[in-house]
């Protein structure tokens, strides 16, 4: 049975940075799509960054240039280092693995305010 677990949330000022982590047990992790997700109060649950089993990555424009997407296989592991955070990007964030199927891990909140 797949399970992710996310943690690195919490509260920062603007303009600071956060590490978000997941990891994932009960799957071959190399093989799985893993993105991170977010949604807002009163938002859809929006993409934000993803990394292929071959490592290539998309983002979110609005995260282009400030987060980074990454994976380590070795750990089952996947990290989003959020920089430069601001106000909007207040949010729980979720962990998403994608292979027939999706599976989430529960969020970890991330606030961004002074």
């Known amino acids: 049975q797949v399970h992710l677990v996310e943690s690195g949330g919490g509260l920062v000022q603007p303009g600071g940075s956060l590490r978000l982590s997941c990891a994932a047990s009960?799957?071959?992790?190399?093989?799985?799509?893993m993105s991170w997700y977010r949604q807002a109060p009163g938002k859809q649950r929006e993409l934000v960054a993803a990394?292929?089993?071959?490592?290539?990555?998309n983002y979110a424009d609005s995260v282009k240039g400030r987060f980074t997407i990454s994976r380590d296989n070795t750990k089952n592991m996947v990290y989003l280092q959020m920089n430069s955070l601001k106000p909007e990007d207040t949010a729980v964030y979720y962990c998403?693995?994608?292979?027939?199927?999706?599976?989430w891990g529960q969020g970890t909140q991330v606030t961004v305010s002074s």
């Open positions: 998403n693995a994608h292979r027939l199927g999706d599976t």
């Open positions: 009960g799957i071959i992790f190399s093989i799985y799509h």
């Open positions: 990394i292929a089993s071959g490592y290539s990555t």
